[in-house]
Structures are given as C-alpha cells and as structure tokens.
C-alpha cells in the first residue's frame, strides 16, 4: 500500500536565532497550518558524523507532514548544512540539556499562540529535557524518573538485575559472548524490536550463529526496556548472547551509534522508526510493518524491493516537492 502525505508549501527556513529572547515581542505564530514536533538537540555541525542521522529524522518528519522546531545550541545551528536549513521550519538557540530552561521557553511559547504537537529528543544527553518538557506540555513522553534510570548505568543494572535479567555488573572481567544490538521503537506503549545488527570493524552486519531465536532476543530487549519504565519513542538495546543466557548491557535512548540508522535503512527499507513514533504520538492509524528480525546478509535486489516514490534528488529537492509517496507496508 502506498500512501501520499500532504505538506504545506515549503518556505524560506527561518532565520536561526543566536539567543531566545522571552522578553521581546513575540510576532504571529509561525507554526500553523499542521502538526509541528519540537525536536531537541537536532542540529549535528555540516560534515559532522552525526550530520546524516539528523538531517534523515528530519526528512522522516517532513515526508510526515510534521513542520519542525529544533532547540538546540546556536553554535550547532549555525554550523548546520544546506539539508538541515532546509529541512526544519523554526529553530531557535537554547541548550537543549537545560530542561528547566527548555519548559518555560516553551510555556512561553504556548502562551503566545505557538503550538507543539509532540516533543522528541535525538542524542542522549537532551532525553531528560525532552521528558521534561513533555510532562509540562501535557504530550507524549517518557517519564523523567525512567530517564534518569536508563542513564544512570548503576540504577540502571541494579533494576534489571532487580527484575531477574542477567547483567554484567563486574566491568573488570572481560565480557562473554557475541555482541549485538536491538533497534525498535515504541507504538502503542507497546516496544516493537525492526532489527538486530552486530557490531563489527567496518560497521554493522546481521546478527547470525548466535544460541538464541531472533525472537527470544527480541523479547528480552523489548522486555528490559518495559521494565525500566520507557514507553516511548527510539530504543537501542545492546545484548550479548551467552551460553548461561541473554544478557542485557545498555540501554539507549537514540540510535547514536555510527552507521546503525544506515544500516536499518539499508536492510529494513519498509520500516521508518521515527514515523511510526510521530503517527504514534499525533494519534494516526498506521499499519505496523512486520520485518524480518534477522535479514538476510545482502539487502534485496532491486526487484525484491517493494515499489517506493523517492524523493528525487537532494533534500534541497525536497522544498520544492508538495508531498512525498511512502511505502507503509
């Protein structure tokens, strides 16, 4: 099935602002006409390795028909390439890691006329900000307590060992077992796991050989994130099968890792993690895909691949281009 999702036209990216301002005048919202998502720490500098993560959560929001403001530092703003300007609707310069200063930014925002349909934090270090700021914005969200628990590595073993999943809890002796990495996301409150990747020297590579089912895998890390209290958006487990068991090692709450987001585009084309989120969080019908959790070692040929309508080109291409056709299933 295909399905065609509208977008306003494109306009000039708004001009980045170095400082935020709350005692200025606040013009006219900017921000009508759709859904708008508030993305945290989405700036990644032009050519920076983080760069192609970003600007594809950002195209992802557009072929959604999401506009987007991105908070984050202004020197990161600035130092952002062509796609990214494009790509978002709003930016303003905010430490993105500062919750309390992220919420009133925000409140104040809302109480001029601006709206936020859903809040989501891409690296590591804004999740509590972004859980803050959804709380006090009444949005979908994971809960600030779950967050600090996921970060804080000794709170974090201690409640999975706590909850009778096998942890390594002496970093002194040298890990056991094959090392992998589940990726999913959240839909529903329910955690759904797309694709498990093994690390290796030149990048990513199907977990294979290992004593376990994809699916017990599965299962254990959509297990650990459950029980640590997550219950939205992008998750990362990384496991290590073992002989004694599945062992869980750490938990994320992004896809930070380099080359894992190409290596699920590359293997899973069908599954689009952060548009299943927002359709999630907006409260859109989606059919949830059904891949593969162990795919095979070389993507489908061209004919295997079920027809998609690509964006032609750039991303720069993609301001000129009213919608976007998306294969959902």
């Known amino acids: 099935m295909l399905q065609q999702r509208h977008r306003p ?37 032009h050519r920076h390795p983080g760069e192609a993560a970003a600007n594809s959560t950002l195209l992802e929001t557009w072929s959604s ?16 390439g062509p796609e990214a300007r494009i790509l978002s609707d709003e930016a303003t310069g905010l430490d993105s890691v500062h919750a309390d200063a ?34 006090a914005l009444d949005l979908p969200g994971n809960h600030p307590d779950a967050v600090r628990r996921v970060q804080d590595t000794g709170a974090r073993l201690a409640a999975l060992a706590a909850g009778g999943f096998l942890v390594d809890e002496d970093p002194d002796r040298a890990p056991e077992g094959a ?92 599954v689009e993690l952060f548009n299943l989120v927002y359709d999630d969080a907006l409260g859109r019908t ?5 891949p593969p959790l162990a795919p095979a070692a070389q993507p489908p040929t061209a004919p295997a691949v079920p027809p998609f309508v690509l964006l032609a080109g750039e991303p720069e291409g993609a301001a000129a281009e009213p919608h976007i056709c998306r294969g959902t299933d």
Do not use: K, M, N, Y
Not at 13 to 34: F, L, N, Q
Not at 65 to 80: Q, S
Not at 112 to 134: K, N, P, S, T
């Open 9 to 45: 036209a494109a306009r000039p990216a708004a001009p980045d602002a170095t400082t935020p301002d709350t005692t200025a005048p606040v013009a006219a919202p900017a921000t009508a006409g759709g859904p708008v998502a508030l993305l945290l720490g989405a700036a990644a500098p």
């Open 65 to 80: 028909g999401v506009r987007t403001w991105v908070l984050d530092r202004a020197e990161l703003l600035a130092a952002r």
């Open 102 to 135: 992220c919420v009133t930014w925000a409140r104040d925002r809302r109480a001029a006329g601006h709206r936020f349909d859903l809040v989501l934090g891409l690296r590591e270090d804004v999740q509590l900000a972004a859980a803050r700021l959804a709380a």
């Open 179 to 270: 090392a992998l990495t589940a990726v999913g996301a959240f839909v529903s409150g329910r955690p759904h796991v797309f694709l498990l990747a093994a690390p290796t020297e030149d990048g990513w590579a199907p977990a294979t050989g290992l004593p376990h089912t994809p699916q017990d895998l599965a299962a254990e890390a959509a297990a650990a994130v459950l029980h640590l209290g997550l219950c939205f958006g992008v998750f990362r487990v990384d496991l290590r099968a073992t002989d004694r068991g599945i062992a869980v090692s750490d938990v994320r709450l992004t896809l930070e890792a380099p080359g894992l987001q190409a290596h699920l585009a590359r293997t899973l084309p069908c």
């Open 286 to 290: 989606t059919a949830l895909p059904a």
